[in-house]
């Protein structure tokens, strides 16, 4: 079994990004989906919360066991797969926009440390929710309780209610 990482701010974790870490998963690897932290970055939900969401929607998928969440730490990318023994990264592809923006990363993670990046077409029923769009969508009233896992949903409202 090879690990692989998943790695996004999951800012929130989605639909898709559940759909991603599933068929990651299926194809026999097991996956840390690794949330990134950048405290400069205007998010909606924070660190904590967004790990939560993400480990609860895992244990309600039953993927607790061959999947797991971890915070990325600062810094290079490939530098924690080397730390976690990740043999490949692994993203999610919507569109050529996603691989316009994904290709020179991937580039750049083989030259640095020969990781390659393993991507996985996202569901065509999923291809139009990004966390940035369910953020604008919930902002501004509209219902995004059908492109989320239950316990992202679950963080999103908590943290509508603190507000
Ligand atoms: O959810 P996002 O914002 O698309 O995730 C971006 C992420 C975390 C995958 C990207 O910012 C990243 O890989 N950061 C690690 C920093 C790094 O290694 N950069 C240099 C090589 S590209």
């Keep these: 079994m090879t690990t692989v990482v998943l790695p996004g701010s999951f800012d929130p974790f989605t639909l898709g990004h559940l759909d991603l870490t599933r ?3 299926a194809l026999g690897h097991h996956v840390i989906v690794a949330v990134s932290h950048n405290p400069s970055k205007q998010g909606l939900l924070d ?3 967004r790990t939560a969401a ?3 929607s895992l244990a309600q998928e039953g993927l607790e066991g061959a999947a797991e969440v971890r ?3 600062h810094g ?3 530098d924690f797969c080397r730390e976690v023994g990740a043999g490949a990264v692994v993203r999610g592809l919507r569109s050529q926009l996603d691989l316009a923006y994904e290709e020179p990363m991937a580039r750049m993670n083989h030259h640095l440390a020969g990781i390659d990046t393993i991507f996985l077409l996202t569901a065509s029923s ?3 929710i990004s966390s940035s ?3 604008e969508v919930h902002a501004l009233g509209g219902d995004v309780s059908d492109m989320l896992p239950a316990a992202s949903l679950e963080a999103l409202h908590a943290d509508s209610d603190l507000r």
Excluded: D, F, N, Y
Aim: hydrophobic content about 55%; overall charge positive.
């Design 23 to 25: 068929r990651a998963t």
């Design 47 to 49: 660190l904590e919360a």
């Design 54 to 56: 993400i480990r609860g």
């Design 71 to 73: 915070t990325l730490p």
């Design 76 to 78: 290079l990318l490939v």
């Design 126 to 128: 999923l291809a139009h």
């Design 133 to 135: 769009l369910v953020r």
